[in-house]
């Protein structure tokens, strides 16, 4: 018989407590990509289990004029990374002159996360903004650096609630475009602001551990007019620089139950 | 391993305007392998009632025998058809006899009762595993791709949809729900109830 | 031999990181290294500890409190702790968790307002910096996988602002208008809340006080690891004050009425 030793060992080893030096604060991010602008979003509660921590910790950080950065999982891995992202794009510009595109933003984030693979930010990235041919980009990472440029995610506590809702109304997944006409490749700024919303509020609805607030990052191609932000009230323009990409922060309440 | 994700699968029903739907995909699994493309997981139980069971497919099985059983007793005993909310409540009592020992399954009923005055009322309810009852004036969930179908639900969904409109939109709801989800999808299958007919559809999907 | 031409100083050549932008803090270390480093002992848990500190947001700046019980498990050791510490002239820090671990910050925090002191330089440490110099503390010692276990809550006032701030042994932080660490996230927050959201900026010191001394008599009622002496700090424009130890009126007559509660004749 086997059973009786294997069923024996724990009890003969006295009981160790290893000190886990990782946590979950919950929460949701989200980026979508316009043809000449990058919508970057997320909730503002940060939690552990059942208690909220508080009801406004910002996850979404402007990195440069054309580059907004989303970072959800254990928090404070998050706001470290973050700092260190900052502080590497800081270095560049004082050695180049000029902000690191947002291609060469991604592979250093990638680089940065596989750096620590064998003890990871316990941290899931989502990097919003406009590449240098002035065309929206999102890229997506996981904790160790795995990445790719797409149109859209959601990560977080609810992603799997809002990111099969945005297959559906980004990618237009299992719709058929009337005849002689295809599904638009990108959508315009009104109706992503409004599905990103619609994204939060569901997800509000239905996961504990999104709600209190909504902050909205967008950010804008050079040149590009603000056609499709009328309508937006409170909105605040963060830009820096003048002549280049434009960003922009909107901020909205979300359910506080 | 989980019994619940062990043969995968997913229901939804959703309230309309004077209708109800309910929808199922069609997959039967062993874990990551695919078994069947043509499981069928909802079930007619009277002419104005369907129940959908996702869970384990040899409970499926055996439920539904059992609400059969259980449903032709109560007609032969009552001389009437059974009212969708007294099905919830037969399917409700029927899990909770096996509180200590469950069937691996959540329960969708979707049904039309009459009211007094002679007209006809949507009705959805769902249970947990031992019989919690959901009634929900909305729309409710249940199987491997639930948080998904919560998600799109909660964005896609609105009151009063006439026929059509629900089809439609409970065949996005779960499409786009399923396609998320390894252990469901394979094909759906959806059924508006109305006070005239029943539509009954088979739904092309994702074979992968 | 040193074989890292990135530990020699300026590079060799223009081409290759003409502003040594590479990060210095990453160099490898090629210095003697610790032969009993495998026998040295880490923090696994905490033993003699502080429970709840309570923070709360008021019209002229910011209000604290903590007990002045360390336990020894459930053994009430001692009973004559300061939980509170002031850091400059503007900050208050309060402490739950380890209480050697927190005299350590103490010293920490000691030294360098000494240094900052010392410089002359005209500036001076508010509770923003604190928290920030704090926080990497506590991150980094998490990260050596040999944590400060402690939940600490920074308070402070400095140029006509305000500011409280979380920060505990894994390097989570976070700031709002009312703080609670240990049980009085579960049992002293709620109440908090409900009496400071969006009060903030009219809520007198008198009122303040009442809402801490308040919860803090619930906490002593439900905490086990409480008791009824504790200290209320507050921060203002006028500077930092911690009060002399309070002591709390409880009231136990209701529990007569409570049968298998109080003592029962029959």
Not at chain 1, 126 to 143: K, W
Not at chain 2, 7 to 22: E, F, H, L, T, Y
Not at chain 2, 184 to 208: E, N, P, Q, Y
Not at chain 3, 115 to 141: C, K, N, W
């Amino acid at each position: 018989m086997l059973m009786p030793d294997i069923a024996m060992a724990p009890h003969t080893l006295p009981t160790q407590h290893q000190f886990n030096p990782y946590t979950e604060n919950g929460g949701t991010i989200l980026a979508i990509a316009g043809a000449d602008f990058s919508v970057i979003a997320g909730d503002t509660r940060q939690s552990e289990g059942y208690n909220i921590q508080t009801r406004y910790a910002p996850k979404v950080f402007r990195l440069t004029d054309r580059a907004v950065l989303a970072v959800n999982g254990f928090a404070a891995d998050g706001n470290m990374f973050v700092k260190k992202v900052k502080q590497r794009l800081e270095w560049y510009r004082h050695a180049h002159g000029k902000d690191m595109p947002l291609r060469a933003i991604a592979r250093l984030i990638q680089t940065m996360l596989y750096a620590r693979r064998f003890f990871p930010y316990y941290v899931y990235n989502i990097l919003g903004g406009i590449e240098e041919d002035g065309t929206g980009a999102v890229y997506s990472f996981d904790p160790v650096g795995s990445y790719e440029r797409e149109a859209c995610r959601a990560a977080g506590a609810a992603q799997s609630l809002v990111q099969p809702f945005l297959d559906n109304q980004i990618y237009f997944k299992n719709q058929t475009a009337p005849p002689d006409s295809a599904h638009p490749t990108h959508l315009p700024l009104p109706t992503v602001l409004s599905i990103v919303i619609d994204s939060f509020t569901s997800a509000t609805e239905r996961h504990i551990e999104v709600g209190d607030g909504l902050e909205m990052y967008i950010v804008l191609a050079r040149g590009r007019n603000l056609a499709g932000l009328e309508g937006i009230t409170g909105m605040q323009e963060l830009t820096t620089t003048q002549d280049g990409e434009r960003v922009f922060v909107v901020r909205r309440e979300l359910k506080k139950d | 391993m989980s019994i619940m994700e062990y043969n995968g699968g997913s229901v939804i029903a959703m309230v309309g305007k004077d209708c109800v739907a309910i929808a199922s995909d069609l997959r039967l699994g062993n874990q990551a392998l695919g078994i069947s493309s043509n499981f069928q997981k909802v079930f007619p139980v009277t002419d104005r009632i369907y129940v959908g069971l996702a869970g384990l497919g040899t409970d499926v099985i055996t439920l539904r025998e059992r609400f059969r059983y259980r449903v032709n007793m109560y007609t032969i005993k009552e001389e009437r058809e059974i009212e969708p909310e007294t099905f919830a409540h037969l399917v409700s009592s029927t899990l909770y006899e096996h509180r200590f020992g469950p069937y691996f399954i959540e329960p969708v009923v979707a049904g039309l009762s009459k009211t007094p005055s002679g007209g006809l009322k949507p009705f959805i309810a769902a249970t947990d595993l031992i019989g919690c009852i959901n009634f929900a004036k909305d729309f409710v969930v249940s199987g491997t791709a639930s948080s998904k179908l919560f998600g799109l639900a909660e964005g896609l969904w609105e009151p009063d949809l006439e026929p059509e409109d629900l089809f439609e939109t409970i065949s996005q709801t779960l499409l786009n729900a399923v396609d998320r989800d390894a252990y469901s999808g394979w094909g759906a299958v959806v059924h508006v109830l109305t006070k005239d007919k029943i539509i009954s559809r088979t739904l092309k999907g994702r074979m992968d | 031999m040193d074989h890292f031409p990135t530990n020699w100083g300026r590079p060799r050549h223009e081409g290759f990181d003409a502003y040594a932008t590479y990060p210095i803090h990453e160099r490898p270390y090629n210095g003697p290294k610790d032969a009993f480093a495998a026998g040295v002992q880490r923090t696994q848990q905490p033993i003699v500890t502080g429970t709840s500190v309570l923070a709360i947001k008021y019209k002229d700046g910011i209000m604290m409190a903590a007990d002045n019980l360390a336990s020894y498990g459930s053994l009430a050791r001692f009973k004559d702790v300061q939980r509170l510490h002031s850091v400059g002239s503007y900050t208050v820090i309060g402490a739950g968790g380890d209480m050697s671990d927190f005299q350590y910050i103490q010293k920490l925090l000691d030294d360098l307002i000494t240094d900052e002191f010392t410089a002359q330089d005209g500036h001076e440490l508010g509770p923003v910096e604190i928290h920030e110099y704090m926080s990497q503390v506590m991150y980094a010692r998490r990260s050596k996988m040999n944590p400060l276990w402690n939940s600490l809550l920074i308070g402070g006032f400095k140029d006509g602002k305000r500011f409280l701030s979380y920060v505990d042994l894994l390097g989570t932080t976070y700031t709002a208008s009312t703080l609670a660490t240990g049980y009085g996230a579960y049992i002293a927050q709620p109440l908090l809340r409900k009496a400071v959201e969006g009060k903030e900026d009219t809520l007198t010191e008198e009122e303040a006080r009442k809402i801490l001394e308040d919860s803090m008599r619930v906490l002593f009622y439900r905490d086990a690891r409480s008791i009824n002496k504790f200290q209320i700090s507050t921060v203002t424009s006028n500077g930092v004050w911690i009060s002399d130890s309070i002591h709390l009126d409880t009231a136990w007559s209701f529990a007569e009425g409570i049968r298998g509660y109080g003592s029962q004749t029959q």
